[in-house]
């Protein structure tokens, strides 16, 4: 796979788009404002759009999924606990296939109830579950501390050390990690009680 990393927006997000590099079928994840950038590397590298897939129903994850459907025809992917439009969905354990490539979907609940991670040829993408250095907030709607100790310490701590985590905010010391670093650096992954969590998130 070859990933594009695509700064968006005000609030520090990131769009992906990533590839198949046998074939140049490709996914988009989170797109969201600087659509026109996102549209020059589908040019620019002759990108085939299978799917449009969103991570979470937040509009800071999903404002540009009209306007890319318009322009690639691809359809879009969400968890089937989204409250949002979408032509297709997924559910824990599922695979998006594009390419030779695929993804395996990973129902990470917390920071909202449709949070999804995507997972494969050495990848994570994380949306708002885990970020560098931190984790997605719990105070909006959907959002559950305790839902998110689980998605981390049932889930994310059992994924391999050497996957490289791209995260759905800037909002770290750098911009990509791994789920070994974070597991060791991020506070938020510190093994600790299901209490202390949620005392700590509250």
Request: aromatic share 8%; glycine share 8%; with cysteine.
């Amino acid at each position: 796979m070859i990933v594009h990393q695509i700064p968006v927006g005000p609030m520090q997000n990131f769009s992906y788009i990533v590839v198949d590099k046998d074939t140049n079928q490709s996914i988009i994840i989170d797109p969201s404002w600087n659509l026109m950038e996102l549209e020059l590397i589908i040019k620019n590298n002759n990108l085939k759009i299978k799917y449009i897939v969103n991570t979470h129903y937040h509009d800071d994850h999903t404002r540009g999924n009209q306007e890319m459907v318009e322009s690639t025809k691809a359809p879009i992917i969400q968890h089937e606990f989204s409250t949002l439009k979408n032509d297709i969905t997924v559910k824990d354990g599922d695979f998006i296939e594009f390419g030779n490539s695929k993804l395996k979907v990973i129902h990470t609940p917390g920071h909202s109830n449709d949070s999804i991670c995507l997972v494969g040829d050495g990848n994570i993408f994380s949306g708002d579950t885990l970020f560098v250095g931190n984790c997605g907030r719990i105070d909006l709607p959907g959002g559950s501390a305790s839902k998110l100790y689980h998605s981390i310490f049932d889930v994310l701590y059992t994924l391999d050390d050497d996957l490289v985590l791209y995260s759905g905010h800037n909002y770290g010391q750098t911009v990509v990690s791994t789920l070994g670093k974070e597991k060791i650096t991020n506070m938020i992954m510190q093994k600790r009680t299901e209490q202390q969590f949620l005392d700590m998130m509250n």
